[in-house]
């Protein structure tokens, strides 16, 4: 067994995958609409399906937005420096939420970022992290 992919919703697909590939460099690996459904799937990642997890963003026509709930924590990606990448994603436009630094208790050095749907984007500082 392997992971495939992690799904959310997002509101207005466009500008989520404005975000995905545009700010945080991701790229639209598929995309498929499904009108009898009304619904459009887009499956997006740093790396081909078969070599990796990526993100699946559904995207329900008739839906414009959606309560996150309490449940769901965050995506967590990998960065080779949590500081400038912060500062890239904020020139790009992007909504940097907490700032790079260390994490309580820790050396880890992480950051966190916010989707257009407000879906939160853990960045982990690459060689920081003790556990």
Known sequence: MRLLH???RVGNLERSLAFYTEVL???????KDYPEGRFTLAFVGYQPESEGAVIELTHNWDTTEYDLGNGYGHIALEVDDAYKACEQIKQKGGNVVREAGPMKHSTTV???????DGYKIELIQANSRVD
Not at 25 to 31: D, E, F, N, P, S
Not at 110 to 116: L, Q, R, S, T, Y
Request: aromatic letters at 6%; glycine letters at 6%; proline letters at 6%.
């Open 6 to 8: 992690t799904m959310i």
């Open 25 to 31: 460099g991701m790229k639209l690996l598929r995309r």
């Open 110 to 116: 992480i950051a966190f970022v916010e989707d257009p």
